[in-house]
């Protein structure tokens, strides 16, 4: 990936990205009241090679003026018929409501549905209001089965 949005950079994560990206996440949900789980919920942005190369998924991070800005990524998970979850799909305050979340999401469709996969499952809080509507407003239906502790909601997409 390597996709403009504006003067936004979103690209592929690499190595020296490790410890920024888990930044913004761990800002953002503090910024939210969320803890910052890195033995838990967040172990996959502190080992992206195992968690998302190795299996088949993608990590992005989104630079402004070179700095990371924010997050999004997916993997496969066997929740239904050739499906993956969108994960880590994060933006610090200063860059949010310019439409470079919708952008980054509709990016990850894209690619997504290159690879072939069918479905797509999210996971996320009530308290990330921006979050569920976005992903609400963007043909993602209410399901069930949460998996992550600090997750209430879960939703899904079908691919044609």
Not at 2 to 18: A, C, E, M, P, V
Not at 54 to 83: C, D, L, M
Not at 115 to 136: M, N, P
């Amino acid at each position: 990936m390597n996709s403009y949005y504006q003067d936004f950079l979103i690209r592929n994560w690499q190595k020296g990205d490790r410890t920024k990206a888990a930044a913004v996440i761990s800002y953002v949900l503090s910024e939210y009241g969320l803890g910052w789980e890195p033995k838990g919920a967040d172990r996959d942005v502190l080992q992206v090679e195992e968690c998302y190369l190795a299996t088949g998924g993608e990590f992005w991070v989104i630079e402004h003026q070179s700095q990371i800005v924010g997050t999004g990524a997916y993997y496969p998970v066997n929740r239904g018929e050739k499906a993956v979850e969108i994960r880590k799909m994060y933006l610090l305050p200063s860059v949010r409501g310019l439409g470079l979340g919708k952008y980054l999401l509709q990016q990850l469709e894209a690619a997504i549905a290159s690879r072939g996969f069918q479905e797509i499952w999210i996971e996320t809080a009530s308290v990330l209001v921006e979050a569920v509507k976005l992903y609400e407003n963007h043909g993602y239906q209410p399901a069930t089965e949460v998996e992550t502790a600090r997750c209430d909601r879960v939703y899904v997409k079908f691919l044609k």
